[in-house]
């Protein structure tokens, strides 16, 4: 993670960020004072790892800012990483609804496919029969014909 979070539209910084900023001899004096070993304290000015209260008490004193203020930061930096969250659920769900009217579309689709098929179906088996009796009709008006003719 990085020290600053870009979310849309809005820059979120935490507070490493402005500490990153510091003189190397007042980033080792502030180290000492956090008693963070050097790990950690690279954690924090690259924004890995969050302040707690007695940080922000020590970060207060040096910097003859209130505690609050530090925490403040930690805090608006902690609610740009959560809304990145959010954003980041709410795009992915956003793709899978899109998946699922795509397949419900195709569903649709077939849907409609298969009934004109089955309508098809139908209807060619109704002209079928239809086409039968016609001609059956016919066959039977022929031989009722020829019954007179021979009848004669």
Wanted: glycine content about 4%; overall charge positive; proline content about 1%.
């Amino acid at each position: 993670m990085s020290n600053v979070l870009k979310v849309k539209d809005s820059l979120y910084f935490h507070p490493g960020y402005y500490l990153n900023e510091l003189s190397e001899q007042t980033k080792e004096e502030l180290r000492h004072r956090l008693a963070f070993t050097n790990k950690e304290f690279k954690q924090l000015l690259n924004g890995k790892r969050n302040l707690d209260v007695y940080d922000c008490d020590i970060l207060g004193h040096m910097f003859n800012t209130s505690s609050k203020y530090w925490m403040n930061l930690q805090k608006t930096f902690y609610k740009g990483v959560k809304l990145k969250e959010e954003v980041s659920l709410f795009y992915r769900l956003k793709r899978k609804i899109d998946k699922i009217d795509k397949i419900n579309l195709t569903i649709n689709v077939l849907i409609v496919v298969w009934s004109i098929i089955f309508c098809i179906g139908i209807f060619s088996a109704f002209m079928y029969t239809y086409n039968d009796v016609k001609e059956e009709e016919s066959l039977r008006q022929q031989v009722t014909e020829l019954q007179k003719e021979l009848n004669r």
